[in-house]
């Protein structure tokens, strides 16, 4: 059938829209996509062999800045 995916879609609930954003760029960062990296957090969290937590990009200047401020 036409358009229909490989893999059923996922949904997930309660994820404000500025932090899937700020995720979407942050996985832009370290070479990848939202649904990769989750995958590879969700292999590791539920311990499955060989997998090992993702690396988390470097921050951008602003993200420091902000984490920073009183």
């Known amino acids: 059938m036409a358009n229909q995916h490989k893999h059923p879609v996922r949904g997930l609930r309660g994820i ?8 979407e760029q942050a996985t832009g960062r370290a070479g990848t996509d939202r649904s990769a990296a989750l ?9 499955r062999p060989g997998a090992e937590l ?3 990009p470097p921050a951008q200047a ?3 800045a902000a984490d920073s401020a009183p």
């Open 16 to 23: 404000p829209t500025d932090l899937w954003d700020e995720f």
């Open 39 to 47: 995958r590879a957090y969700m292999e590791w969290y539920a311990g």
């Open 54 to 56: 993702p690396d988390r």
């Open 62 to 64: 602003a993200d420091r």
